[in-house]
């Protein structure tokens, strides 16, 4: 009798102990199982914006922007005795991530009256360690507003014909760690036009980079080469070379350009001034942005 318990017990051990060892095998096995999960370049860009137009970031989900642009510059009017600058443009702006994928934002020009919008939506973004896309795609809509009206042959007092448009692909590739390129095909289309030579609709194609010089720091650049100018007015290619500096939820961005405005239809088709130090030439650019997740 006691020999039977004993090899009922024993061979209840066994097959305990035999099913412990089964489980750690299938343990180890899962272990051992690559886990493939999507991975994407993050950071291309620090902000929403590189120097003067959009870069291919939207922020993440529930993401809120409040941002100050301004540009200050001198004329070449000798009696000008302004304090650090003759003239100064501001705008003031609001941007909301409504998904990761989907930003848009509204803002205003204190000095012009410029009423501006923009969606933007992240088509597709680069994978890292050779998975997925070697780029990432942004598809950008803007619109202009001019509450004011300027000397203009064609305008008329409706309100489309004070609107403007702005249509980009942001094509954008992290190459190193801290050395990122961006391409922007660009299609412009204006309801009205300044001279009756001059088209209402325009093609460009912007150039940007950033390369990170510290771990807080970057050095950024855009140019704008416009493909059909305009006739009217003799108008050069937007030029920016600048630096962003960031810290925790603020991001400051100082600049060199040509240019004083704010909108994509202005600064990418309508700048009048060539890249140089002379008095009216030359505009610093300040922008501030303040970030919070909501």
Same mark, same amino acid.
Request: charged fraction near 20%; aromatic fraction near 14%.
């Given at each position: ?45 620090? =902000? ?90 942004? =598809? ?70 950033? !390369? ?11 140019? !704008? ?70």
């Amino acid at each position: 009798m006691n020999n039977k318990v004993l090899h009922y017990i024993l061979a209840l051990v066994s097959l305990v102990y035999g099913q412990d060892l089964v489980a750690q095998d299938l343990l180890t096995l899962l272990d051992k199982e690559p886990i493939v999960q999507p991975e994407f370049a993050l950071s291309t860009f620090k =902000g929403n914006r590189l120097s003067l137009g959009h870069s291919v970031e939207t922020r993440k989900k529930g993401a809120l922007e409040f941002t100050f642009m301004s540009r200050y510059w001198n004329t070449t009017q000798e009696n000008s005795n302004s304090f650090i600058a003759d003239r100064v443009s501001t705008r003031l702006g609001a941007d909301y991530a409504i998904t990761d994928r989907f930003t848009t934002g509204v803002g205003f020009g204190l000095s012009n009256g410029i009423v501006d919008g923009y969606a933007k939506y992240r088509i597709l973004r680069q994978g890292i360690n050779n998975n997925g896309s070697p780029i990432g795609i942004t =598809g950008l809509q803007t619109a202009t507003y001019r509450s004011k009206s300027f000397n203009n042959i064609e305008e008329r007092d409706d309100f489309f014909q004070k609107t403007a448009f702005t249509t980009q692909l942001l094509i954008a590739r992290k190459i190193t760690q801290d050395f990122s390129l961006q391409l922007s095909p660009t299609f412009v289309y204006r309801s009205s036009s300044r001279n009756i030579n001059d088209d209402n609709t325009q093609f460009a194609v912007g150039f940007g980079g950033r !390369y990170k010089v510290a771990h807080h720091v970057s050095i950024v650049s855009e140019y !704008y080469y416009v493909a059909n100018e305009l006739e009217s007015i003799e108008t050069f290619g937007a030029f920016a070379l600048g630096v962003n500096w960031s810290v925790r939820h603020i991001l400051l961005q100082f600049s060199m350009t040509n240019n004083p405005t704010f909108t994509e239809d202005s600064f990418i088709t309508q700048t009048r001034k060539n890249f140089n130090f002379r008095d009216g030439n030359f505009f610093f650019g300040f922008n501030a942005t303040y970030f919070l997740q909501l």
